[in-house]
């Protein structure tokens, strides 16, 4: 049975490690990643993925004030559990194909969304993802494990 997800959310920001605001569409750049992103880039982490799931989990323990973007994620998805992903799975992401690099990170020091969360599900939950097909990928628009 096929693993189907949707997208809730694309988001934004010109800085790493602050909070990314969403857009309508994203444009993903094959081997780059988010189009004006700070993360994206020529390396295995071009783009991030969280989903809601993760982000329930914080509130449960009383986070409050969480959007998506919070957490620095490009795409806040629903329905896949991300991070039981094995690293190589491809995923058709609403017009693009994008390939699990890695699961969880860590945390650089003085992370804005730690110090205004307090904790943060990134570095176990959060997947990234590099490129492999461009394409524009909307709120809505539907994720295929391959």
């Known amino acids: 049975?096929?693993?189907?997800?949707?997208?809730?959310?694309?988001?934004?920001?010109?800085?790493k490690g602050v909070i990314?605001?969403?857009l309508k569409e994203g444009i993903f750049i094959e081997d780059?990643?988010?189009?004006?992103?700070?993360?994206?880039?020529?390396?295995?982490?071009?783009?991030?993925?969280l989903g809601i799931e993760s982000f329930n989990?914080?509130?449960?323990?009383?986070?409050?004030?969480?959007?998506h973007g919070s957490f620095a994620e490009?795409?806040?998805?629903?329905?896949?559990i991300l991070y039981e992903l094995p690293v190589g799975t491809r995923m058709k992401i609403g017009e693009t194909i994008?390939?699990?690099?890695?699961?969880g990170k860590e945390c650089h020091t003085g992370c804005a969304i730690a110090?205004?969360?307090g904790k943060c599900v990134m570095p176990k939950e959060g997947i990234f993802t590099k490129v492999i097909k461009g394409?524009?990928?909307?709120?809505?628009?539907?994720?295929?494990?391959?």
């Open 1 to 15: 049975m096929k693993k189907i997800g949707k997208v809730l959310d694309i988001n934004i920001s010109e800085k």
């Open 74 to 80: 490009n795409i806040t998805t629903e329905g896949i």
């Open 115 to 117: 110090q205004k969360v």
């Open 57 to 67: 989990k914080m509130i449960e323990l009383g986070i409050k004030d969480l959007d």
């Open 98 to 103: 994008q390939e699990v690099t890695q699961i």
């Open 32 to 49: 780059f990643g988010l189009e004006g992103d700070a993360h994206a880039g020529k390396w295995h982490r071009q783009v991030s993925l």
């Open 20 to 22: 990314k605001t969403p």
């Open 135 to 146: 394409g524009i990928v909307r709120p809505g628009d539907i994720i295929e494990v391959l």
